[in-house]
């Protein structure tokens, strides 16, 4: 039974309840339930996988991944996705809560830490969520995203992944989402928006570096001086952390991106320009230069227009307004 076990999916396998039930109604076992609960123990006791602990260098790897915590707004209380990093070595930490977890939330995550840190690691590793990886293919490789493939690029990092289904392969970050939502969001948070919830979060990153981790004799914040070290310089200019599209502006002013419509101003009507989409804004370019700039709207169907874009228009045809 407990052969069988090896091949058959974790929530469908025996107990050592069922194998006893089992013992008893098939091979008409006579024998007490505590010598089959010592023997199913035993079993699994000695097939149970062990890990090795691994040493990092300074300035090698850092760790990334999202956490979850619900925090009380003036509007009520939701849940908010943060993205974490980590230095392997000095389990150095950054945190910083979005609207999503999307691609555009990624890379602004990204930028946002590694400017925070002050330097490059070597090395980010990454579980497999599809906004990073688009596709999986055998072993470790992997396609990564075009945007975070560019990222990676810009700041000369090598781009790495777990293993299917193994967070244990990026163990200080995943003990980061538990400070996260155990110590940095206990109490439920309290805050006018998200502008205040990260200015907590970063006040919690910066005291982070003041303790010591249990096992070690130097501070986090010393040991990410090592990292620092280690590191590699940032790039002269930051990577521009959007994901952006080709659009046709129509004969209402405006440009359809991720669902929803945005104005522009009536010269660049009939014209093909440039969308781009960050965390919190949108931006139109044509020509080279920025047109239009919304706030990023993360609903459906909606229209979001600059009523300026059509004074132009209303010139034309003030009748509009009746």
């Known amino acids: 039974m407990l052969q069988a076990d090896e091949e058959a999916p974790r929530k469908q396998r025996h107990t ?4 006893f039930q089992r013992l008893q109604s098939e091979h008409g076992y006579v024998g007490s339930y505590g010598q089959v609960r010592r023997y199913v123990a035993r079993h699994r006791r000695n097939r149970r996988e062990t890990f090795i602990p691994l040493a990092h260098d300074p300035g090698r790897r850092l760790e990334c991944d999202f956490g979850h915590i619900y925090v009380d707004f003036p509007e009520g209380r939701r849940q908010v996705p943060v993205f974490l990093a980590v230095w ?20 602004t995550g990204m930028v946002e830490s590694l400017e925070f840190f002050g330097c490059l690691p070597h090395e980010v590793w990454w579980d497999n969520p599809k906004t990073v990886v688009s596709v999986i293919l055998k072993g470790r490789e992997r396609r990564p995203n075009p945007r975070y493939a560019a990222l990676a690029s810009h700041y000369a990092f090598d781009p790495l992944f777990c293993m299917p289904a193994s967070g244990n392969e990026k163990p200080y970050v995943e003990n980061r989402v538990f400070d996260l939502q155990r110590r940095w969001a206990t109490p439920v948070p309290r805050v006018a928006d998200l502008g205040e919830l990260n200015a907590h979060l970063r006040a919690c990153c910066m005291k982070e570096r003041e303790r010591i981790v249990a096992g070690q004799t130097e501070s986090i914040g010393q040991r990410f001086a090592q990292d ?55 931006e139109v370019v044509a020509e080279g230069s920025v047109i239009a700039r919304h706030r990023r709207c993360h609903e459906r169907r909606e229209q979001i227009l600059d009523p300026l ?8 045809r003030p009748a509009a307004l009746d």
């Open 88 to 107: 392997a070595y000095s389990n150095c930490p950054f945190a910083m809560a979005m609207p999503t977890e999307r691609t555009e939330a990624i890379l």
């Open 16 to 19: 050592a309840v069922r194998v």
């Open 228 to 282: 620092q070290a280690a590191a590699s310089s940032l790039p002269a200019h930051r990577f521009d952390p959007c994901i952006h599209q080709a659009a046709q502006v129509d004969k209402y002013q405006t440009v359809c991106f991720d669902g929803n419509r945005y104005s522009v101003p009536r010269p660049f009507a009939f014209r093909a320009v440039t969308v781009k989409g960050y965390v919190d804004c949108v």
């Open 309 to 316: 874009h059509y004074l132009a228009t209303l010139g034309r």
